[in-house]
């Protein structure tokens, strides 16, 4: 089945006190999905917030699709609380996984999506014997562990790559991505966009979700 342009906000520099309002605002706006970053201050040098944050959320927003983006050391540990929450995608990093396969297919055994998350330091290719069991990759285009950093161009050859070789899968891209920046990805083949700051903070959240996913649509074949 051709991909899709999807655009997932990221809440990360949203009013976490407001949580609920916030997504539900993203939504209304015509988000495709929610994109929650979880960090346990290890994997990364931050801390957000974990399954009982979700769960809650879960329980004021019945039907959106959210994609988990597990930036942990240990993802195993929260597959069962995260599937229990509502989750639907459950995104990890393959880096401090030693293997890979299983923690997918418990992910997949659960009941979610499986999505394998690389840093901009690990390379495209040692994700190729996982693809037969992943739903999405994420290609991260800023260091793990804030919002609002510098998008990195260098990191687009490997969308492309993907894209060249797997023209049926859901690939992602996450940090510093929005108007400015979309091009780029699009063009390198990316469908799934995670933007935090740029939509989070715009004063017309309906158009810029609009314009990326137009942009996204215009380079899909
Ligand atoms: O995973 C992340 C950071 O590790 C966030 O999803 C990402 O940074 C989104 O925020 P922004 O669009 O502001 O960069
Ligand atoms: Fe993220």
């Not at 050391?73 to 880096?95: C, R, S």
């Not at 687009?156 to 990805?185: A, F, Q, S």
């Not at 083949?189 to 935090?196: C, E």
Request: with cysteine; hydrophobic share 40%.
């Amino acid at each position: 089945m051709p991909v899709q342009a999807k655009i997932g906000p990221s809440i990360l520099n949203a009013d976490l006190s407001n949580l609920a309002a916030e997504s539900q605002k993203l939504l209304d706006n015509g988000a495709d999905y929610l994109h929650l970053d979880v960090m346990d201050g290890t994997f990364v040098p931050n801390l957000t917030f974990g399954h009982p944050m979700v769960k809650s959320l879960r329980n004021k927003i019945k039907t959106a699709f959210f994609e988990t983006h597990m930036m942990v050391q240990n993802p195993e540990q929260w597959i069962e609380p995260m599937a229990d929450a509502g989750v639907n995608l459950y995104t990890f990093h393959v880096e401090p996984v030693q293997d890979v396969v299983r923690v997918s297919r418990q992910v997949q055994e659960s009941g979610m999506k499986v999505g394998l998350a690389i840093k901009p330091g690990t390379e495209v290719q040692d994700l190729e014997k996982y693809l037969s069991i992943a739903d999405v990759v994420l290609v991260m285009t800023v260091e793990p562990g804030f919002g609002g950093q510098s998008f990195m161009a260098d990191m687009m050859p490997k969308v492309k790559w993907l894209r060249e070789n797997y023209p049926n899968l859901d690939i992602e891209v996450d940090g510093g991505v929005g108007p400015k920046t979309i091009h780029c990805c699009a063009e390198a083949g990316a469908n799934m966009i995670v933007s935090g700051t740029a939509v989070v903070g715009a004063s017309d959240q309906s158009q810029v979700i609009k314009e990326l996913r137009d942009v996204v649509h215009s380079y899909l074949k």
